[in-house]
């Protein structure tokens, strides 16, 4: 059974100790709070604004984010299995050293977004404004890019210097 909440506070509330569980957080500011060192598991986030959001050393498991503003967004040394981002963005957003698994990228507006040193293994980037990103000595593998709009993947000025790409699906990148 989902936990339904619609403010900071019932956010607050549904936090026990440095873990959140089966929550739908829906049109809520959460600006102001912190998920550093958290465990998330099976949360939706549905218009939500995260603008700045620390998610710093974070575990996110089955987490959704659909319309969610993460500019600039810390998600530094983090654990994503199972996330997706859907129509949200998450321009200059930092995945540093962060292991994502089984992750979906939808129709998000991802400039300058920096996966540096990131594992990234099973994930998908679809339809992504990848303007700028930086995947700096990060090891990808099994990994697809596409823009199913226009049938390739705008990769335009995206740095993958020194990073490692095993059975990654580029054909579609442009």
Avoid: W
């Avoid at 993958?160 to 442009?174: E, G, K, S």
């Amino acid at each position: 059974m989902e936990n339904v909440c619609d403010s900071l506070h019932a956010v607050r509330d549904a936090c026990v100790g440095n873990r959140l569980e089966q929550c739908l957080v829906n049109r809520t500011d959460l600006s102001l709070l912190s998920f550093e060192e958290y465990v998330l598991d099976r949360v939706k986030f549905q218009s939500v604004s995260l603008g700045g959001g620390n998610f710093l050393k974070s575990m996110l498991y089955s987490v959704s984010f659909n319309g969610a503003q993460l500019r600039e967004a810390n998600f530094t040394t983090g654990q994503l299995r199972g996330t997706s981002f859907f129509n949200s963005e998450l321009i200059e957003a930092a995945f540093v050293g962060s292991t994502i698994e089984t992750s979906r990228f939808f129709d998000s507006r991802m400039t300058n977004a920096n996966f540096g040193g990131a594992h990234i293994l099973n994930s998908r980037f679809s339809g992504v404004d990848a303007y700028g990103m930086k995947f700096d000595r990060a090891m990808l593998m099994h990994c697809s890019f596409a823009d199913p709009r226009m049938d390739n993947a705008q990769l335009s000025n995206t740095s993958f210097r020194h990073a490692v790409v095993i059975d990654c699906d580029l054909q579609h990148a442009n």
